[in-house]
């Protein structure tokens, strides 16, 4: 009952979100359904319309010390270009998902899905030019099919690159980030900016549509296919390398904070496990790799053949 009434509260949380004039759900019309390499039948509406949700493309930046609006244990996703780093608080990317930013000239969109809890940095720079990415309203595997602009080719964001339109089968480059908490982002940059909270949207960033979704074992949206050999929203750390793809289960490894190393392909790698879920993974030198956190439902949907890390 208790789950049910959890369940029952996110929905209801997130239908009231994007009550919006117009459609509910985005058309599949709105969109660039040639040259498909899914099956568009598995596309469903989220619920809001194609930009119910609204990407930030003109992103306001503030400095550490003005960033009066983050607590301690905010979660923000940290982006490292160069000496440039700046924080994308998690509160804020609930509700737009997508912000188009640059760092340092290179150009690049910050992604969020918070039904996958899978937050992606890609460089949108593609063989094409520079797009910008809008929020479709369509969810593929429940996570979020984000559409460019120029043609309205739609890109779920676990698949990294375009599954439809006049991009299909180009994948974008996904670019080392991190998800940790704002007080830890900050000792490790203390000069980074801040996406600001005043983004020209009247939103309540001090809440989040999703607490009851995250608090309950029970997904959103069902899937067709599942794969049991994790608990479906168990959080996991995803990699992919030399076309192998492995997941480490973060909550199972261990309940304190550890650091070691593995090998996938033969390439060594070392995977750090911290508080509060953080967990990414470095080459031998310590620069930190391209990896993806998500719910296990995610990475397995997207990643048919991963391996599992088990501390055996």
Not at 2 to 24: D, E, M, R, T
Not at 36 to 63: E, Q, W
Not at 279 to 305: C, E, H, Q
Request: hydrophobic share 40%; glycine share 6%; with cysteine.
């Amino acid at each position: 009952m208790v789950k049910f009434k959890n369940i029952l509260a996110g929905l209801l949380s997130i239908f009231l979100l994007f009550i919006i004039p117009g459609p509910v759900f985005s058309a599949l019309e709105d969109f660039d359904l040639s040259e498909a390499i899914i099956d568009i039948s598995t596309l469903r509406g989220g619920g809001p319309a194609k930009d119910g949700i609204p990407a930030i493309s003109k992103p306001k930046f503030v400095s550490a010390k003005e960033a009066l609006f983050l607590k301690d244990k905010d979660m923000v996703i940290g982006v490292l270009i160069g000496k440039e780093a700046k924080a994308y608080p998690i509160n804020i990317l609930n509700w737009h998902e997508i912000v188009n930013d640059s760092i340092l000239n290179k150009e690049i969109s910050v992604t969020w899905c918070p039904l996958t809890r899978s937050g992606i940095v890609f460089n949108r720079r593609t063989k094409k030019g520079v797009v910008d990415f809008g929020v479709s309203g369509l969810l593929y595997n429940s996570n979020l099919v984000m559409y460019d602009r120029p043609s309205d080719s739609l890109w779920p964001q676990l698949s990294l690159g375009a599954v439809t339109g006049a991009f299909v089968n180009q994948k974008l480059t996904i670019l080392p980030s991190l998800i940790t908490t704002w007080t830890d982002w900050r000792k490790r940059h203390p000069h980074t900016l801040v996406l600001s909270d005043e983004t020209g949207f009247s939103r309540d960033y001090k809440r989040d549509p999703y607490s009851a979704y995250h608090a309950s074992q029970e997904m959103m949206f069902s899937l067709s296919d599942i794969d049991r050999r994790l608990p479906a929203k168990s959080l996991v750390l995803g990699i992919k390398i030399q076309g192998i793809a492995k997941a480490y289960p973060i909550s199972s490894i261990t309940e304190k904070p550890v650091s070691f190393y593995d090998s996938i392909g033969d390439k060594r790698i070392k995977v750090h496990i911290g508080f509060n879920n953080t967990a990414y993974v470095t080459d031998t030198r310590g620069n930190i790799l391209p990896a993806i956190r998500a719910y296990w439902f995610a990475w397995s949907s997207f990643n048919k053949d991963t391996l599992i890390f088990t501390s055996e």
